[in-house]
């Protein structure tokens, strides 16, 4: 068959009626992605910003089926699907598509429209060449930024009806649904000043702000962001007036005012797309750095102070999500499960450390999924220690959807590698206490043979010592049963019963094959100090299960 009429063949709809629209659904306190009718945990990667094109991309697909990827984060460019204005181009998307479903992999669309990482970069040429109609942000100066102003409703609707466009096309030609999820816009932020000082954003400045804000103000005060609530009393946390008036003159208070158009202009896109084709949808933000100041960073995008301004203005979207660079990833991940937003990283930091970052993720946070930028670039030993975890999210996935949400699940992350305190968690009449090993193993020591699995061997082969990862997740199976998952990590016991003590009644190795146990060896002497504790060794990552018991 010719390569046109296959790819013909691939985009058609499939005979019957269309798969279940993939959504989310409440489980206990977390909520989960459902694809084709189960819960769904995206092991994913972000493309490089230009790695999308599917003749770039499409030797790279067989290696990112080797890191255990389930979905692949791709953007789509305004600027190359609608090259002049109302003429659409979707071979690209169609592309993507068919490369996605030959290698059962699943999409989660970015769209790249009036902004990207602050910028409006992928604007189509006829967009940015006509200043005029399509007017730019201002600074102090009345310097024009590249950075379209939210300010302008011909900005916003030339977007919504290419984005709508999108949706409607996506619709026809994916009935199964092979994109999960969209982002709307990407790394939403004013830079360099903390708001855009054009004529029209200077008369909203000194109009009243919404009344939606200060309604959805009002009956969530007891809950607001703590941060936004400090602007709000700070200025006298008037119930109406000027942005000035109700939130001061201070760079927070003109990040609040930027934060609401912004996302005011998302929720116009967001409601569009929706409209031809309601898959989950979210934005996400780039996050801000020690002692950054608005106007220092993409000010004003979707992070977790803002988010009940973001929550006020664009109730369209199902979630707001970080794109997480930063060491202290638990702090971050943390952050975003405020007032119970779920849990979406569609970037991090391509490193070692994804790999524990992401089991943390999963257990510790009730995580939808986790996502490496530039996943096409991963090396060694990052890329295999990413497979490996993955292989374990994957082998996990049934017994996560059924636990998450209802506190029987916890993670395992270093604050930071200077950090030496044990972690501690309690569930039920247990306490575990963690400790991170990162050297690699030796091949033997003081006489006790490590074995390494053959799926492993290569990451400690790779890694130097003290460089292996260190971190997993903790599922309660019973009151005195637990799973581990993970990697360097030691993990001892306590009861919290007055006058026992906690014992190890037995440790398997193993893993989970459809759902399924399948037992591999019994750890009950050397692998656990004769009872001591448990041990998943560095360099390999591992499922172990425990049973408890107490005596005195």
Known sequence: MKPVLLLACLLLPLAGPAAELPHLRAQGSAKQLIVDGQPFLVRGGELGNSSAEPDYLRRFWPKLKAMNLNTVVAPIYWDVIEPAEEKFDFAMLDGLLADARAHDMRLVLLWFGSWKNSMSCYAPA????????????????????????????????????????????????????????????????????????????????????????????????????????????????????SWAEVFGSTPASEEVFMAWYFAAYVQTITAAGKAELALPMFANAALIRPGYQPGQYPSAGPLPHLIDVWRAAAPALDFIAPDIYFQNFSHWAQAYTRSGNPLFIPEALRSPEAAVNALYAFGQLDAIGFCPFAIESNTEPAAGYLAASFDLVRQLTPLLAEKQGRGVTAGFLQESLESKQPQQVRMGKWIMRASFERAAPPQLADGLAVVIGAENSALAAGGRAGTAPAGGLMIQLGADEFLFAGIGLTITFASTEPGSQAGILSCAEGRYENGEWKHLRWLNGDQTHQGRHVRLEPGRFALQRVKLYRYR
């Not at 590249?146 to 709508?164: G, K």
């Not at 959805?216 to 008037?238: D, I, M, Q, V």
């Open 126 to 241: 006829w967009v940015k060449a006509d200043q005029a109609r399509f007017p730019r942000a201002q600074d102090s100066a009345g310097r024009g930024l590249e950075i379209l102003s939210p300010f302008h409703p011909e900005n916003r609707d030339t977007d919504a009806r290419a984005f709508t466009a999108l949706m409607r096309h996506l619709k026809s030609v994916d009935p199964q649904h092979t994109v999960i999820m969209v982002q709307v816009e990407n790394e939403i932020g004013m830079i360099p000043e903390a708001r855009d000082r054009s004529p029209e954003a200077e008369r909203a400045w000194a109009a009243p702000v919404p009344t939606a804000l200060m309604d959805y103000l009002a009956k969530h005060r007891a809950s607001l962001a703590p941060e936004l609530a400090a602007t709000w009393n700070a200025a006298g946390g008037k119930t109406a007036g």
